[in-house]
């Protein structure tokens, strides 16, 4: 445990540009933009108006009780909806960390050295499969929730300047503090899905000589190319479909896509979802709904193959050692 904790620690040295100052860099530009121009729009007009479907219901002198509390929900729920840029960040951060995990200590040789070390090809792949499920998602939720927090801040104090006080109702709201929970709560989810492309991204590290990236996404591209092209061909001359879609979705897309937050959405019904929402984010229900996903079979088969990918990059770091 000791030497995995170093090990973690050592990623984090080596990539700390990565897990921590890229989000903290977009995290910072949310609350300028977001926050600066909430306090311009405050500062720059002496009265404040709101519609609701289609009706002026807000001026500096207050507003009617049920519209606050509709405000005062929304807001206590919906607060860490908008560093949602932070979350498009992290996948980016995740799928290049892994392509270069293993590849990198190759190219530079420096593999001869932590292999002098007391630890094993196991430990060191694991070391690095724990920071790209664990602590990178985990930075960014602590990096995202404080950028939230900031901004709802700025938000209920700029909105009590005109009068309109949501402080009381807000921190009165258990969903305020039920919603970093929530979040949390999704990381297990999170990590299942994103194992075939860890798994993947890994695996072609431990084994690719060079173009790293080519190999990672230009094989599963060249793949459905191919296989479309021959589901053309059957279908034309043989009146046959190959199912392409299903190997674009179930394969493809899971290899590739799969350390994207939010992509077991694709398996529920995103209209009736979005319809349940209008009043404000449902943390048990987005819950619900998601990990109602684990039903389906095919989640823990692409889990068990992106096992199996770690496995074979473990294996094959024992003896791909040339630079």
């Known amino acids: ?91 980016v951060v995740v799928f290049f960390y892994c392509m270069a995990a293993l590849y990198d200590d190759r190219r530079d040789r420096s593999i001869l050295f932590w292999k002098s070390l007391p630890m094993s090809d196991a430990q060191t792949v694991l070391s690095k499969v724990a920071t790209a499920l664990l602590v990178a998602p985990l930075a960014t939720i602590a990096i995202g929730i404080a950028a939230s927090l900031i901004l709802l801040v700025i938000g209920l104090l700029g909105g009590a300047i005109k009068g309109i006080n949501l402080i009381a109702p807000v921190l009165a709201n258990v969903d305020f503090y039920l919603a970093p929970v929530y979040l949390i709560s999704f990381l297990p989810l999170y990590i299942l899905w994103a194992l075939p492309t860890v798994g993947w991204l890994l695996l072609v590290s431990s084994w690719a000589k060079s173009r790293v990236f080519l190999w990672a996404v230009g094989a599963p591209l060249v793949a459905l190319a191919i296989l479309a092209w021959f589901d053309f061909l059957a279908g034309r001359f043989a009146g046959v479909s190959m199912n392409v879609k299903w ?3 179930e394969i493809v897309a899971r290899v590739l896509l799969g350390v994207f937050p939010g992509i077991w959405f694709g398996e529920v019904n995103g209209e009736a979802l979005a319809q349940q929402q209008q009043a404000g984010l449902d943390g048990p229900l987005l819950l619900g709904t998601s990990y109602a996903t684990l039903l389906t079979p095919g989640v823990w088969i692409a889990a068990a193959a992106g096992c199996a990918m770690i496995y074979g990059a473990i294996r094959l770091r024992r003896w791909r050692d040339e630079g």
């Open 247 to 249: 190997f674009g979705e």
């Open 1 to 91: 445990m000791s030497t995995m904790k170093w090990l973690i620690r050592r990623e984090l040295w080596e990539h700390k540009g990565a897990f921590f100052w890229a989000p903290l860099v977009v995290a910072a530009v949310i609350v300028l933009l977001f926050g600066g121009g909430f306090l311009y729009a405050i500062i720059a007009n002496p009265s404040f108006h709101m519609q609701v479907s289609g009706e002026q219901v807000m001026t500096v002198n207050g507003l009617p009780p049920a519209v606050l509390a509709k405000l005062a929900t929304a807001a206590a729920s919906s607060y860490l909806v908008i560093t949602a840029p932070l979350f498009f960040v992290l996948p």
